[in-house]
Structures are given as C-alpha cells and as structure tokens.
C-alpha cells in the first residue's frame, strides 16, 4: 500500500528565506507524485507534479521539488519565501496515472509560517 | 480554468437529518469525481470514487448507504450524509478529475464543514 509522510506539521522561516518542506513516500510502482497547497478558505491547488518525466519538476510560484528514488523523498523547495507563501502543504502520492483510477494519498501537511 | 465548486462551505444540522452537498466542476467535464474527509489535523482520506453514469466506489470501511453518492452528470456530483450523527461531523471534500498531459490532474472544491448536534 502507498503512503506519505511529511516531517514537521509546521515550518517556519523568514521572509527571503529558504523553504524546504519535506515528503517521503512509499510505494509498491513507481509512483506519481503531487504537491498542493492551500490557502485559507479555498481548495487545494496544484503546485507541480512529478510523472517520471524529469526528477526536478518545477512548478508555480517558484517552487520545485526533486524525485530521488534512493531515498524515496519528494522534498519541496523554494529558495526565497514571500508571505504570501505561507498556508497549508500537502504532499500526495498515486499509483496510477488514469483519472478513473487514480486514488491519492495524502501526507498529514505542513503549515509555512513566513514571518517578515 | 480547472474550477471545482462545493456547496455549501458549512452546514449544521440535527442529529437523525440527511445533509447533501454539491461539487460542480465549473467549466470542464469530470468523468471521475472523489470524496474525501478530513479531521482536524490530519490528512485527508479518500471516501470514495464517483464515475459519471454508475455506482460509486467506495474504500474500505466507508458504509455505503450512510454516504450516498450520485454522479448523475459530467459536471455534478453530490454526497448525502443520510441520518446524521455527532461523529459524521467533519470536513468534506471533493475533488474532480482532468487528463493534463501525461497524467491525470485533481482539482479539487474548497470543502464543505459538517457539524451535526
């Protein structure tokens, strides 16, 4: 079965710094892997995923994360926080890439507090 | 684009009553729909999988005639809680899927707070 943990329910740093939220998976095939984040009061938003493609994805906002199989982590980076980027991440993996079967399992998030 | 509605954001409601949510995908068809629940500070969990035009798929230990689910069109799909207990309270979302390029995409609403008295 598949799972993920994300180390550290909170995460702070200082605004321009760098931000480096973590997420290890477990799966039986190699596996999808997404981050999204969400804002107050609003859905879960795709930041970038990860489909074997590339081991260093890029997504919006500036972040990125790096697949490395050895370890199996998917450790989000950024490498200057704004405020802005503080909210709630969450770190999901699939083991399926097909929409009618795809089942994501989600980590237990990590909240970003960005102080000035 | 890629938006998904949920309503309502909050309900409250007596113990014993049924309570429907809706999740809409607002400008793309979704023929596969997931429900999650999630607890306070914890991770959310998968219900079940909603195909447009048949049953849904429930996980393990999700009772199906305590959460039902329809999906009767592309863009629509709605979660009653029937006969709702204190327990059943909790945060719920849903999310609907999109083919993005090589992998499937899950857009998700922006839940909806179940409080049962």
């Known amino acids: 079965a598949q799972s993920v943990t994300q180390l550290g329910s909170h995460v702070s740093v200082s605004e321009g710094a760098l931000v480096l939220l973590r997420c290890n998976y477990s799966?039986?095939?190699?596996?999808?892997l997404f981050w999204y984040v969400q804002y107050p009061n609003q859905g879960l938003q795709l930041l970038l995923k990860?489909?074997?493609?590339?081991?260093l994805v890029k997504g919006i906002n500036g972040f990125e994360a790096e697949f490395k199989k050895s370890e199996t982590s998917f450790h989000l980076t950024k490498p200057s926080a704004h405020m802005s980027d503080a909210a709630e991440y969450f770190c999901?993996?699939?083991?399926?890439?097909?929409?009618?079967?795809?089942?994501?399992?989600f980590g237990t998030g990590t909240r970003l507090l960005v102080s000035p | 684009g890629a938006v998904v509605s949920q309503h309502p954001s909050w309900v409250i409601c007596k113990s014993g009553t049924s309570v429907k949510i809706e999740c809409r995908s607002l400008?793309?068809?979704?023929?596969?729909m997931f429900w999650y629940r999630q607890f306070p500070k914890q991770s959310l969990m998968l219900m079940a999988t909603?195909?447009?035009?048949?049953?849904?798929?429930?996980e393990q230990g999700v009772e199906k005639d305590k959460f039902l689910i329809n999906h009767a069109s592309l863009t629509l799909s709605t979660l009653t809680v029937t006969s709702a207990h204190p327990e059943d309270s909790s945060f719920y979302i849903c999310?609907?899927?999109?083919?993005?390029?090589?992998?499937?995409?899950?857009?998700f609403g922006a839940g909806t707070r179940l409080s049962v008295l």
């Open positions: 909603s195909n447009e035009g048949s049953k849904a798929t429930y």
């Open positions: 400008d793309f068809q979704a023929t596969t």
């Open positions: 799966s039986s095939v190699p596996p999808y």
């Open positions: 999901a993996v699939s083991e399926s890439r097909y929409t009618g079967f795809q089942k994501l399992v």
């Open positions: 999310s609907a899927s999109r083919e993005f390029g090589e992998v499937g995409i899950q857009y």
């Open positions: 990860y489909t074997s493609a590339a081991t």
